[in-house]
């Protein structure tokens, strides 16, 4: 219980501030709209490679979204459970959907998934399970990067898999 006490940690660069805590309807309303596949926009669970601003070429959802991995995730299941989940949402495959699929610039071949504590089915990418951060508001960014928050570290993930410092 001690983890739903925890506040997330935004560092920027001259600065550490906290977040509040996310309220549901404003969490639910972010990840639902950045989850559509209306528009022409890819389903989240194609994953690819972009430029993000301030870390280089790291893998990115279907819709843009920088994901991260959790370091005490150590390449098995996720440890991210709860109110961790809720700031930084699993990347699911939606009903129906067997696989993920590789995009430009991500490797076939670490792709992946995991079956999560609830029955859910998460992307991995090179084993690590995959993240959003409800502080990246749009395409593009990423807040989320070197975050120490909910008993870990999280870093945007390379294209060959590895944490982007």
């Known amino acids: 219980m001690a983890e739903q006490a925890r506040q997330p940690q935004v560092r920027t660069a001259s600065s550490k501030r906290s977040l509040s805590v996310v309220s549901s309807a404003a969490l639910a309303a972010a990840v639902l709209g950045g989850c559509s596949s209306s528009g022409g926009t890819a389903p989240p669970y194609d994953l690819r490679t972009a430029s993000v601003g301030g870390v280089g070429t790291v893998i990115v959802d279907g819709q843009g979204y920088t994901l991260y991995l959790f370091e005490p995730d150590n390449h098995s299941s996720s440890t991210c459970t709860g109110s961790c989940?809720?700031?930084?949402?699993?990347?699911?495959?939606?009903?129906?959907?067997?696989?993920?699929?590789?995009?430009?610039?991500?490797?076939?071949?670490?792709?992946?998934?995991?079956?999560?504590?609830?029955?859910?089915?998460?992307?991995?990418?090179?084993?690590?399970?995959?993240?959003?951060?409800?502080?990246?508001?749009?395409?593009g960014v990423a807040t989320g990067e070197g975050l120490n928050n909910f008993g870990g570290l999280w870093y945007a993930v390379s294209p060959s898999a590895n944490a982007v410092h």
């Open 85 to 139: 989940a809720a700031a930084w949402p699993p990347l699911l495959l939606s009903g129906g959907v067997a696989a993920p699929r590789a995009g430009s610039g991500a490797l076939p071949a670490l792709l992946g998934t995991a079956r999560r504590s609830d029955g859910s089915v998460q992307v991995t990418y090179g084993g690590w399970p995959l993240y959003r951060w409800v502080g990246d508001t749009r395409p």
